[in-house]
């Protein structure tokens, strides 16, 4: 990730040159307060030549030649930054790499020409610059870059990349005069013989009241040993006093115990406070510093809600409908008539007079029910204070696949809004199933993104789900390999990668058809002809709806001996048309 920030009288560029809009606004407000005095310290493996030109071109924009220090990696991308300004120095331990500028490209081959002339276009800027710099023909450049050429800081001096390479190699004499004078609050002089005698004189007064400064000393060891025994007497005694409160003391370990304290008093807390049972609300793990103050009731009635959306990040990618929720159970959402139709240069008058029809679309949410589980007095004291939180997790998991595999089932698209992949034969992937089926192809997706287009679904917004098999076959296409091949996969939530306008998502299964397009609800027992399908939507075209959320828990329970949990859930969906227009499958052929 790109980092860009003021620091000082310095301009840091840190990590991977991307196109973040926040790096670059970080570096135009650094550039406000820059000037020709100002350093640009660049610490980076290299990264997009379009992001390393546009960072050049906003810092000559100020009419800037900052001078460049390097960290401890300048490579690619970055060394093009490097020699675009002043006097580059690094440190003995800096790496320096240059290489052509690199690009992945497919398609026919008018479209791999016009890729190739644009590289060969950048390639030729960073010849120059580097030649530029350097003092060398473009020739001798041409002659080293061939492939990655790694250097060390003197190598990339020698072959004039850098400047001046910093060391720090005083004396181990001048070290300790200097730290001598800075222990004695003594000011550094040029004459260094007169800074020498300076330390002297002060030592030799030192010396004469040493014997006085001595007997003061000792007597004051003496005061502060005293004054340090008795604070830990009273610590002592004051965790013995907690101990006591608490029941954890008796007659048989409380010597033990003081003994602990005497020699050890932070051990002494530390033992203490592992005899605590902690609060169930201190075994949820609660993530940001803010849901660490949350009771117990609160992370019963909030988090559950909250974590239905980890890790099937895709219902995110719809509408949401949560607001037109009735009493947590029902929804209702009002639906707008056709407008009134246009007329071209109207001839008839008076026009006629039409009334919009609205109706309204009404469905219950699913009710989705933990079993009851119990969690014994013996298993809270005796086996492990963690076996609540792991037992809650562990349902709360389970409720949210549940939840989403049915979401995926009520998002379903319709028979005619299905294709069939068309890729080589290979072994079926869906449980229970035998033969062969086709291979998901990227071919497949673009037939889906031409239906979409076809039936004017919006562009922004497209996502598509697939099961973890048909993202493996999508991603072994040898052109996407390529493509990919210097790409960072990005899968914050829970996005793979983008192809043909769709954010690429995955999961371990998405939904599963029947022979005859029919598709099986979850859960079902699996068939030899079953088939795998990937889900296609465009996010206004499916709704979810979020009703109620409940926790329930019943301690102490005289009849089980112990603690009962458990979850409901109301959630709903529907794709939101009923011709089913911007939902599609791409199911196994």
């Given at each position: 990730?790109?980092?860009?920030?003021?620091?000082?009288?310095?301009?840091?560029?840190?990590?991977?040159?991307?196109?973040?809009?926040?790096?670059?606004?970080?570096l135009?407000?650094?550039?406000?307060?820059?000037?020709?005095s100002?350093?640009?310290?660049?610490?980076?493996?290299?990264?997009?030549?379009?992001?390393?030109?546009?960072?050049?071109n906003?810092?000559?924009?100020?009419?800037?030649?900052?001078?460049?220090?390097?960290?401890?990696?300048?490579?690619?991308?970055?060394?093009?930054?490097?020699?675009?300004?002043?006097?580059?120095?690094?440190?003995e331990?800096?790496?320096?790499?240059?290489?052509?500028?690199?690009?992945?490209?497919?398609?026919?081959?008018?479209?791999?020409?016009?890729?190739?002339?644009?590289?060969?276009?950048?390639?030729?800027?960073?010849?120059?610059?580097?030649?530029?710099?350097?003092?060398?023909?473009?020739?001798d450049?041409?002659?080293?870059?061939?492939?990655?050429?790694?250097?060390?800081?003197?190598?990339?001096?020698?072959q004039?990349?850098?400047?001046?390479?910093?060391?720090?190699?005083k004396?181990?004499?001048?070290?300790?005069?200097?730290?001598?004078?800075?222990?004695?609050?003594?000011?550094?002089?040029?004459?260094?013989?007169a800074?020498?005698?300076?330390?002297?004189?002060?030592?030799?007064?030192?010396?004469?009241?040493?014997?006085?400064?001595?007997?003061?000393?000792?007597?004051?060891?003496?005061?502060?040993?005293?004054?340090?025994?008795?604070?830990?007497?009273?610590?002592?005694?004051?965790?013995?006093?907690?101990?006591?409160?608490?029941?954890?003391?008796?007659?048989?370990?409380?010597?033990?115990?003081?003994?602990?304290?005497?020699?050890?008093?932070?051990?002494?807390?530390?033992?203490?406070?592992?005899?605590?049972?902690?609060?169930?609300?201190?075994q949820?793990?609660?993530?940001?510093?803010?849901?660490?103050?949350?009771?117990?009731?609160?992370w019963?009635?909030?988090?559950?809600?909250?974590?239905?959306?980890k890790?099937?990040?895709?219902?995110?990618?719809?509408?949401?409908?949560?607001?037109?929720?009735?009493?947590?159970?029902?929804?209702?959402i009002?639906?707008?008539?056709?407008?009134?139709?246009?007329?071209?240069?109207?001839?008839?008058?008076?026009?006629?007079?039409?009334?919009?029809?609205?109706?309204d679309?009404?469905?219950?949410?699913?009710?989705?029910?933990?079993?009851?589980?119990?969690?014994?007095?013996?298993?809270?004291?005796?086996?492990?204070?963690?076996k609540?939180?792991s037992?809650?997790?562990?349902n709360?998991?389970?409720?949210?696949?549940?939840?989403a595999?049915?979401?995926?089932y009520?998002?379903?698209?319709?028979?005619?809004?299905?294709?069939?992949?068309?890729?080589?034969?290979?072994?079926?992937?869906?449980p229970?199933?035998?033969?062969?089926?086709?291979?998901?192809?990227?071919?497949?997706?673009?037939?889906?993104?031409l239906?979409?287009?076809?039936?004017?679904?919006?562009?922004?917004?497209?996502?598509?789900?697939?099961?973890?098999?048909?993202?493996?076959?999508?991603?072994?296409?040898?052109?996407?390999?390529?493509?990919?091949?210097?790409?960072?996969?990005?899968?914050?939530?829970?996005?793979?990668?983008?192809?043909?306008?769709?954010?690429?998502?995955?999961?371990?299964?998405?939904?599963?058809?029947?022979?005859?397009?029919?598709?099986?609800?979850?859960?079902?027992?699996?068939?030899?002809?079953?088939?795998?399908?990937?889900?296609?939507?465009?996010?206004?075209?499916?709704?979810r709806?979020?009703?109620?959320?409940?926790?329930?828990?019943?301690?102490?329970?005289?009849?089980?001996?112990?603690?009962?949990?458990?979850?409901?859930?109301?959630?709903?969906?529907?794709?939101?048309?009923?011709?089913?227009?911007?939902?599609?499958?791409?199911?196994?052929?």
């Amino acid at each position: 990730m790109l980092e860009i920030q003021a620091q000082g009288n310095s301009i840091k560029i840190n990590g991977v040159i991307n196109d973040q809009a926040e790096a670059m606004e970080a570096l135009d407000s650094a550039l406000e307060n820059a000037d020709d005095s100002t350093t640009l310290y660049i610490n980076s493996p290299g990264g997009c030549v379009f992001t390393a030109n546009e960072i050049v071109n906003r810092i000559k924009a100020k009419e800037l030649v900052p001078n460049v220090q390097l960290g401890a990696l300048c490579a690619s991308a970055g060394t093009f930054i490097a020699c675009s300004f002043g006097k580059v120095t690094a440190y003995e331990n800096t790496r320096y790499m240059i290489h052509k500028p690199q690009s992945g490209t497919y398609g026919n081959e008018d479209d791999i020409e016009v890729d190739q002339k644009l590289l060969k276009s950048l390639t030729k800027d960073y010849l120059n610059v580097y030649a530029q710099k350097t003092g060398k023909k473009p020739e001798d450049i041409e002659s080293i870059w061939v492939r990655d050429h790694w250097m060390t800081a003197n190598e990339a001096k020698e072959q004039g990349f850098i400047d001046e390479i910093i060391t720090n190699k005083k004396s181990k004499n001048d070290m300790n005069i200097q730290a001598l004078a800075t222990a004695l609050n003594i000011d550094s002089v040029e004459d260094e013989k007169a800074f020498e005698s300076k330390i002297l004189s002060v030592i030799l007064a030192m010396k004469k009241e040493n014997t006085d400064l001595r007997a003061e000393t000792e007597s004051l060891k003496n005061k502060l040993a005293e004054k340090e025994q008795a604070q830990q007497n009273e610590e002592v005694e004051a965790l013995v006093a907690q101990a006591k409160s608490e029941g954890k003391l008796n007659a048989d370990n409380e010597p033990a115990f003081r003994t602990i304290a005497k020699s050890d008093s932070v051990a002494a807390k530390t033992f203490l406070d592992a005899l605590k049972l902690p609060p169930i609300s201190a075994q949820i793990e609660t993530g940001t510093n803010e849901r660490k103050a949350w009771t117990f009731s609160r992370w019963a009635k909030e988090d559950p809600k909250e974590g239905l959306y980890k890790n099937n990040e895709f219902l995110n990618k719809a509408a949401n409908a949560d607001q037109y929720v009735l009493q947590g159970k029902v929804v209702h959402i009002p639906q707008a008539g056709a407008p009134s139709g246009v007329v071209r240069n109207r001839t008839t008058k008076p026009a006629s007079v039409v009334q919009r029809g609205d109706t309204d679309v009404t469905y219950a949410l699913d009710e989705y029910t933990a079993n009851p589980t119990h969690i014994s007095n013996a298993d809270t004291v005796e086996v492990s204070y963690d076996k609540r939180q792991s037992v809650l997790k562990e349902n709360l998991n389970k409720l949210k696949e549940v939840v989403a595999d049915w979401m995926l089932y009520h998002w379903a698209p319709v028979t005619a809004n299905l294709i069939t992949t068309t890729g080589d034969d290979a072994g079926a992937t869906a449980p229970s199933a035998t033969g062969d089926r086709k291979l998901f192809t990227k071919e497949d997706l673009k037939k889906a993104r031409l239906m979409l287009n076809k039936a004017n679904v919006a562009r922004e917004g497209r996502v598509a789900l697939l099961p973890s098999e048909m993202m493996d076959q999508l991603l072994n296409d040898p052109d996407l390999k390529r493509r990919d091949s210097s790409m960072e996969l990005d899968m914050k939530g829970g996005v793979v990668t983008r192809l043909y306008g769709f954010d690429l998502m995955e999961r371990s299964n998405v939904l599963i058809y029947h022979t005859g397009n029919t598709v099986k609800k979850p859960y079902a027992n699996g068939a030899a002809g079953d088939r795998e399908c990937a889900l296609v939507w465009q996010e206004d075209a499916v709704e979810r709806a979020l009703g109620q959320v409940k926790f329930f828990e019943k301690t102490d329970d005289p009849q089980y001996y112990g603690d009962i949990y458990s979850f409901l859930v109301r959630m709903g969906g529907r794709k939101r048309r009923e011709d089913g227009v911007g939902v599609l499958g791409i199911v196994q052929g």
